[in-house]
């Protein structure tokens, strides 16, 4: 397993990785207004421009697979996702890992938006709960989320 520096030709892979996986996990913790939220919010504009900005990496397994994604910003760790059918073997857990080391390079403290399907992992990883948060999408739906924090 290793984790890269995403190049613009990487585009692809990222954007599908993020967008399976929010299709096929965050149905099943949020309604459809909140899933074509994050859709809208992991966009083509976005995932270009970080990787443009050097923020993005890529988890490969053994068979050289792109397997998952992770976007540090500052001391933030953002689109943290990897594709369901490696989910429960590790990658997760490599990428946090990676995010947390890259981060304490710079800064004391990392935080992250918590979605509900990934914040129990978060808080066995020493996260603490600092806001909560909902918008109100499309549909009348809302997408509920927590702010989490954790001293390095």
Do not use: W
């Not at 689109?79 to 590790?90: A, D, I, S």
């Amino acid at each position: 397993m290793s984790v890269k520096l995403a190049q613009k030709i990487d585009f692809d892979i990222v954007k599908e990785i993020t967008h399976i996986t929010i299709n096929k996990i965050y149905p099943h913790y949020y309604p459809t207004g909140a899933v074509e939220f994050f859709l809208n919010h992991h966009s083509d504009e976005n995932i270009a421009n970080d990787i443009s900005s050097n923020r993005v990496f890529l988890c490969y397994n053994s068979e050289d697979n792109a397997v998952g994604t992770v976007t540090i910003k500052k001391n933030g760790i953002c689109r943290l996702f990897v594709m369901p059918q490696y989910q429960g073997n590790g990658y997760g857990k490599e990428l946090m890992n990676f995010a947390e080391t890259e981060i304490a390079k710079h800064y004391d403290e990392v935080v992250l938006d918590a979605s509900l399907s990934a914040k129990s992992i978060y808080l066995r990883r020493g996260y603490k709960e600092i806001e909560y948060h909902t918008i109100k999408t499309e549909n009348n739906d809302y997408l509920c989320y927590d702010i989490m924090k954790k001293q390095l």
